[in-house]
């Protein structure tokens, strides 16, 4: 297969995606709607047992640190906020997507999981109070575009990492080079086909690349970059400050290994007590 076909091939397959599920939408279109109120959204929640499930046990995760156990919908919506749920359902719809068409892939959403951790973790401590759940949302997709290639060249995505590791190249660089698209580029796309809002869609294709977005989009985009950097580490094998992008540093006030090691330190252990419950799907 040339590198045309396989171009259109995942090109064809992020065009037929299926859309977000209806009832997400339908929760998401009652948010937005100034004449509705907690009790009617509730209402619809309700009618799914696991979008209920899911929102329960996100009021009651450590971010929110509720004195007492969250037990009703409505109280999970007034938790969370109307603003932060509409992020959070449109999570929970797409990896509902992604788990239904694609093959179970652990380690991606492993990992994925735990960049999300550090994306809230990161935006929390930078005071983006508003950007909480994107952040979140962001770190969870951010590799979606991997899902759709291993699905699709499984054979060709083994080759291209094998090359990245051998020859110390970015990833994303190769698989531009030898399919004509990354699966950052790939992931930006899905966003956009679910019409999802334009900074998680830029965070999620500039996550190797954050130089290249806008600077209203930089706090999303950044936090996105360094949390799946940080996540691939271990505490007491920091990479050097040099791998890490000078405008990342400087936005995060990170000026010395030291300062990131301690950052690093804390992210990992946080997640080891409570990363678990985070896990939104």
Same mark, same amino acid.
């Given at each position: 297969m040339t590198k045309q076909e396989i171009l259109k091939k995942i090109l064809n397959e992020i065009d037929n995606i299926p859309p977000i599920p209806a009832n997400i939408i339908k929760v998401k279109q009652l948010i937005n709607n100034p004449n509705s109120s907690i009790s009617n959204i509730s209402v619809y929640v309700k009618r799914d047992p696991a979008l209920t499930a899911d929102l329960l046990r996100i009021a009651n995760s450590a971010w929110y640190m509720t004195r007492t156990k969250v037990g009703t919908v409505e109280r999970a919506i007034t938790t969370i906020g109307l603003s932060q749920l509409e992020t959070l359902i449109l999570t929970i719809g797409a990896? @509902?997507?992604?788990?239904?068409? +694609?093959? $179970?892939? #652990?380690?991606?959403?492993?990992?994925?999981? @735990?960049?999300?951790? +550090?994306?809230?973790?990161? $935006? =929390?401590? @930078?005071?983006?109070? !508003? #950007?909480l759940e994107n952040a979140y949302t962001a770190g969870l997709l951010h590799d979606i575009g991997k899902l759709i290639l291993l699905s699709l060249t499984p054979h060709l995505v083994e080759r291209i990492t094998n090359l990245g590791s051998s020859q110390n190249i970015p990833i994303h660089e190769i698989e531009r080079l030898a399919l004509g698209i990354s699966h950052a580029q790939i992931g930006e796309r899905v966003a956009a086909h679910w019409n999802f809002p334009s900074k998680l869609a830029v965070a999620i294709g500039h996550h190797h690349e954050p130089r290249l977005t806008k600077e209203e989009w930089i706090p999303l985009t950044y936090t996105t970059y360094l949390s799946n950097i940080l996540c691939k580490v271990t505490a007491g094998?920091?990479?050097?400050?040099?791998?890490? !992008? $000078? =405008?990342?540093?400087? +936005?995060?006030?990170? !000026?010395?290994?030291?300062?990131?090691?301690?950052?690093?330190?804390?992210? #990992?252990?946080? +997640?080891?007590?409570?990363? #678990?419950?985070? @896990?939104?799907?």
């Open positions: 990896k @509902k997507v992604l788990s239904e068409r +694609y093959m $179970a892939m #652990e380690e991606i959403w492993e990992h994925s999981y @735990k960049c999300a951790f +550090y994306s809230q973790f990161l $935006a =929390k401590m @930078k005071n983006l109070r !508003d #950007e094998n920091i990479p050097v400050l040099a791998l890490i !992008d $000078a =405008k990342v540093l400087e +936005y995060f006030g990170i !000026d010395s290994e030291k300062k990131l090691e301690t950052i690093n330190n804390t992210l #990992e252990e946080f +997640y080891r007590t409570v990363g #678990e419950v985070q @896990k939104t799907a």
